[in-house]
């Protein structure tokens, strides 16, 4: 089972740009599906964004869609979440997860690993 790390978290104001960045132990990324969920306060965690292995499918939510980009670097068992125009309510803890496969998983359910998590706070 692979280890994840996210980093890159920060305080930020709106309109502003954040990079967040997922490491994964082992050499076996290249093998996995990649996604980020995020909590806010008081509400339920919200799957974002996903990736398949290959980086050749990307998922997005509705509410990210257009503002960020996921991607992957397998030589760096690394995956990313580009995060522009941000807004108050992107304000969370972001979650980095992965599962082995070769499908396109867009749901939180279908990942089986998860980071601990990293804050984001976009201020007005």
């Known amino acids: 089972q692979v280890q994840l790390v996210e980093s890159g978290g920060g305080l930020v104001q709106a309109g502003g740009s954040l990079r967040l960045s997922c490491a994964a132990s082992?050499?076996?990324?290249?093998?996995?599906?990649m996604g980020w969920s995020r909590q806010a306060p008081g509400k339920e965690r919200e799957f974002v964004a996903a990736?398949?292995?290959?980086?050749?499918?990307?998922y997005y939510a509705d509410s990210v869609k257009g503002r960020f980009t996921i991607s992957r670097d397998n030589a760096k068992n690394t995956v990313y979440l580009q995060m522009n125009s941000l807004k108050p309510v992107d304000t969370a803890v972001y979650y980095c997860?992965?599962?082995?496969?070769?499908?396109?998983?867009?749901?939180?359910?279908?990942?089986?690993?998860w980071g601990q998590g990293t804050q984001v706070t976009v201020s007005s």
């Open positions: 997860a992965g599962r082995p496969g070769v499908g396109y998983y867009t749901r939180e359910p279908d990942f089986r690993s």
């Open positions: 082992g050499r076996i990324f290249s093998s996995y599906a």
């Open positions: 990736i398949n292995r290959f980086g050749s499918l990307t």
